[in-house]
């Protein structure tokens, strides 16, 4: 890796790579890794075409591109999980950035990168990873860091809170340990420790300008 290289994406690849060179465009990477499934026959010599296109692309930015292939035999989702992540853990380590692009490929492969990017960010073999998504038929464009979307392990309570959160933010408004006190029948103490916990997980956002909360987007995932 290039000593000046801290950013490197990473793409699912079918037949069709516009949406990985749209990633390319907007992202300038130092490296593309793109990973394909090899379920047999002449479908692979569609995504080594799509890939050489990929390269050309590539190459004009400075960019290092490589296809990996996932040989698909009838293999089992977690199987499917476990070699993508054996993968991943060589490809992705050492990069300050990583964008996965998950539009492109078959919907087995994509379920199955997501979810093994996320194993090995709760596993700290992986750390900034920023998911990206296009509307396939209809235009919309989503980028969201991982972290956001992992879920929290939480108590009833709490999540009675997030979704009280949610309730008063959807209103423009933000919650106090005072209302959320009133509203779950707990003593004001209890909210306020509650809270506070919430905040120190990125879970709710705190307001030191009125002592109130606010949704984040990781409330959401986790109410």
């Known amino acids: 890796m290039s000593k000046n290289c801290n950013k490197l994406l990473l793409a699912s690849l079918g037949f069709d790579e516009k949406f990985i060179l ?33 390269q050309l692309f590539s190459s004009s930015l400075g960019a290092r591109a490589e296809l990996v292939r996932i040989p698909y035999r009838g293999e089992s ?50 750390r900034n990873v920023l998911l990206r998504i296009e509307g396939e038929g209809f235009n919309a464009l989503v980028e969201e860091p991982l972290e956001n979307l992992e ?41 306020y420790k509650k809270l506070r916990q919430l905040a120190a997980q990125g879970l709710a956002e705190y307001n030191p300008a009125t002592g109130r909360y606010r949704a984040t987007r990781k409330t959401y995932v986790n109410a």
């Open 22 to 54: 749209r990633a390319l465009g907007d992202h300038r990477p130092c490296r593309l890794v793109v990973v394909a499934l090899d379920t047999g026959g002449d479908a692979w010599t569609r995504v080594e075409k799509a890939f050489t296109q990929l």
């Open 77 to 126: 989702l977690p199987k499917l999980v476990w070699m993508l992540k054996r993968v991943l853990r060589e490809k992705l380590g050492g990069y300050d950035e990583v964008v996965a692009s998950l539009t492109g490929g078959p919907r087995l492969l994509v379920i199955a990168l997501y979810n093994a990017l996320t194993g090995l960010r709760q596993q700290g073999s992986i």
């Open 151 to 191: 879920n929290v392990e939480l108590d009833e309570l709490s999540r009675e809170l997030l979704r009280a959160l949610i309730s008063y933010s959807e209103k423009g408004l933000e919650l106090g340990p005072g209302e959320a006190a009133r509203l779950l029948g707990i003593p004001k103490s209890t909210a």
